[in-house]
């Protein structure tokens, strides 16, 4: 599936809502409908390796993008 909510990214990646919120903050890319938050899987991949190549924290952000 191409679309997914924040709940499905969540469950995906292992991660939080407020981690998730912290990342839009950031540049995570998304669009909304109504209160729903709604992310592109290919989009948030692309995000995800490109945070790879700037930070330290590289090797969490390998892993994230590889469970898309």
Known sequence: RGIM???ELTS???I???TIKNWIAQGLPF????YTYNFDILKVKIWLME????SKFAPFYKI????I
């Open 5 to 7: 909510t924040t709940g």
């Open 12 to 14: 995906i990646l292992g």
């Open 16 to 18: 939080s809502p407020s």
């Open 31 to 34: 669009e909304r409908t109504g």
């Open 51 to 54: 945070r790879q190549a700037d």
């Open 64 to 67: 994230l993008a590889d469970k």
